[in-house]
């Protein structure tokens, strides 16, 4: 299954606070929720038009719905009908070096025609759909920085080739601040034969994804905004069903199902082809995806039609133009990259709005290999993710749950995150609700999978106390091998380990298990917070209590686990909370 692309570049930075290879595949199941529903629709500000007046889409089985496009023959050429195409040999050398440079193999990327077909991987349901005849137009926003040629292009005709060309407003490409060559004039001069139904605009400095977004929104034109990373294409049809529901409501965000693409040989590969997943969050913020719960599912008639969802990965969505700038649009304090997507879903959810999955709706999206991009010059001690999601947690959590997000990453607890009166002055303007009802209410599976977490008992580098070696992951994720001790880098990152109240010990959102009572293995937590660890402050030594036993390190800077003798400075260590600020 699909490794998210939010997991990826938390990969590659290997420097942040959050380990790394320890971001697994999140698509696990779910427990279904006993069916009580208690979401109560008077406490969201819906569309006021009375449903008769509203633009229906109707299922009308067996006829063929009005949007439907005709089947398209897939040419012959490589890549076509969303197929793999590969690397020869003599390639291999330049395929790497583009690899490096984009996090895409723009080798294989560039054998593929900019107009191929991809698979039409709906439900059969979707073909029967009819949506309303009058649709507002749409927007469609690229913003890019340094993205490869054909890629980029090919995002550009997938929109033209697969949209109603009337639904069509424009298409509005905003450079943040791009070095390339490729993007300069030449991009420019290609786009003429569009007849300027493309538009291009450049950042006079690098702002970031966030920001650039919100520029892209307030020169788009259309009625709604559709955001699409630069690497897109497009299923038959997407379009109308993401336009229908903001017909119908304007305060709904509608979303579609991101397909993924191989960034390496290109392939079209469906997720989620008969069952429903939405989008959630663990405590750090980590994006997740889950099995819809059976209670927002009975709400619906067929099983293609549209469910709520608690947020959304971030690149691609449709909204009401003007009702995104009534949210006050992207919080202008978040930088670069990350968090956007959690801002915009609490403050849609909390101020009256809400968000849709559109399974008739698919879009594919090349997952990075790594994140090839800097963050240019950032205005910040700690990563910039974090503080983008500090200034979210600050904003929109009561504070019961910001306990949660502080105890997940306790080393930017009370970092300065710059101004938030505006954004905390718009949430009582507009009387918009606490996080405890949108956690009720909305995102009501997220404490099944990701429960309250118990407060730290001692957090930072496990520390030998007669050299400089600190538990280290060695490069280990879940399921891997043992975990060990390397020299101490005082980053923190794999080298940051939490020990709570309830004798469980993690690391980023892992937690650490002994195995045949002897080594230390990366591992799922537990779904109730509970583990054998402990730390006894007087004699240093790191407890198992199941095994009574403790952590020794050996002479080869391995972890074992040892029967407990505190006169043996191996067992002793020292616990220094890390700071990057
Ligand atoms: C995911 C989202 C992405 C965004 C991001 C978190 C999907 C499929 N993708 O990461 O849309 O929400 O999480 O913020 O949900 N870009 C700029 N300026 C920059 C950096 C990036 O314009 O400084 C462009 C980039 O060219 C691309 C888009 O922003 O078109 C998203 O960036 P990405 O593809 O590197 O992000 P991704 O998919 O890893
Ligand atoms: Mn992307």
New binding site residues.
Partial sequence: STR???D??LKFQAKDAVDNSLVDDVKEQVVPLPLVNNFNDNDMVHDKRPEKDRPKTVMKKGVTGNYEPAPVHPGSGPGENGEPVYTAMDERTRADQTIREY?FNMVNSDKISLDRTVPDTRMDECKYWHYPEKLPTASVI??????GWSTLVRTVHSVINTTPSHLLHEVVM?D?FSDKEHLKDKLDQYMTRFNGKVKIYRNEE?????R??TRGAELATGEVIV?L???CEGNPNWLPPLLARIAYDRTIMAVPI?DGIDWDNFRYRPVYTTTHHRGIFEWGFL?KESQVPQRELTTRTYHSEPYKSPT?????FAMDRKYFFEMGGYDPGMQ??????FELSFKIWQCGGSIEWVPCSRVG?V??NH?P?G??KVDAKIPVILLNYMRVVEVWLDDEFKEYFYTREPSVRGYPIGDISKQLEFKKEHNCKSFKWFMENVAYEVFERFPPLPRNKVWGEFKTVDGNKCWDTVGQSVGGGPIGAYYCHHAGGNQMFRLNMKGQLALGERCLQAKNGDTIHIHFCETQPQGFWDYDESTKQVKHTEHNSCVEIGKDDSLHLQPCDSSVSRQQWEINEVRSW
């Fill in positions: 998210s692309s939010r990826s570049v996090g690229l913003v890019f920085h340094n993205e905003v943040d690098r702002l970031g994804l966030i650039t977004r955001f990373d630069a690497h991101v994006y959304h990965a971030g690149g691609l670069i990259w990350g968090g956007e997507n999206h997952y990075r994140m991009y963050f240019g």
